[in-house]
């Protein structure tokens, strides 16, 4: 009886082991599947010769890989129905002000709207969405780069996750002691301190929290500024998503 025990112990740490140290590792996470495939209305902002600035197969490139990010937890993303916005002005995103200017104008009630513009400029870094737009029957919305940078990252936002350098509700410790009340409330994403990555994208920062300890940030976190690095979601970041999804008393399309 006891060596049976110690065998099931020595498989339960095994476990703990190879899930623990792989933030790639998704199989055997016992993740919540949400099965849905949501059918996103993409708008492309035209520039001012009248091009589009990207293809049907772009998009559908861009979708695989936020498909590929959401696949953990039975999440998939199509598109089925675009328009083109001709006023060129849209094009260029310089503040708040133009994104509900944009998104009022053309904004579909009850779906997860993708914007294609050519760049934002201080609305955010490349990128920006409604925080837990999936919640929000008429404003579910994206804005991201044709060039697709960002686009898991805002999906993410609208799933309901905060950036893991998030400070409004109080500095994560590096020590994970406050990770339920501060940072993105997310405890198996590690403090990180919102530092710019280097050239080669590498997580360089010389100084330590309020207890002295020194950073140990994973750069490939989706919901980092790190997006020369962005690659994976974490088990809690994946179980807000999907629980997010399926407590919401509305259901988009
Ligand atoms: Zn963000």
Not at 175 to 196: E, H, I, M, Q
């Amino acid at each position: 009886m006891l060596k049976k025990f110690t065998f099931l112990l020595l498989l339960i740490v095994l476990h703990l082991s190879v899930t623990g140290q792989d933030p790639y590792y998704t199989k055997d996470r016992n993740l919540p599947c949400v099965s849905k495939k949501f059918s996103i209305f993409v708008h492309i902002v035209k520039d001012s010769l009248g091009r589009t600035g990207i293809t049907a197969e772009e998009i559908s490139k861009h979708l695989m890989e936020a498909n590929k990010a959401f696949e953990p937890i039975c999440i998939s993303f199509d598109f089925c129905i675009s328009d083109t916005i001709a006023d060129y002005s849209y094009g260029y995103i310089d503040d708040f002000i133009e994104v509900g200017l944009l998104t009022s104008r053309f904004q579909k009630k009850r779906r997860i709207n993708l914007y294609f513009v050519d760049s934002l400029g201080a609305a955010g870094p490349n990128s920006y969405s409604n925080f837990n737009g999936i919640n929000k029957p008429d404003s579910c919305f994206m804005l991201v780069p044709k060039n697709g940078i960002g686009l898991v990252h805002e999906l993410g936002h609208s799933f309901g996750l905060l950036h893991t350098f998030e400070t409004r509700f109080g500095k994560e410790l590096v020590d994970g002691s406050n990770c339920l009340t501060a940072g993105d409330f997310v405890c198996d994403t590690p403090a990180d301190p919102n530092a710019r990555p280097d050239n080669n994208c590498y997580f360089v920062y010389p100084l330590p929290d309020d207890n002295n300890d020194y950073y140990k940030t994973e750069v490939g976190n989706y919901m980092s500024h790190f997006f020369c690095a962005h690659c994976f979601f974490t088990t809690r970041q994946y179980e807000i998503m999907a629980s997010n999804y399926l407590n919401s008393n509305i259901k988009l399309w």
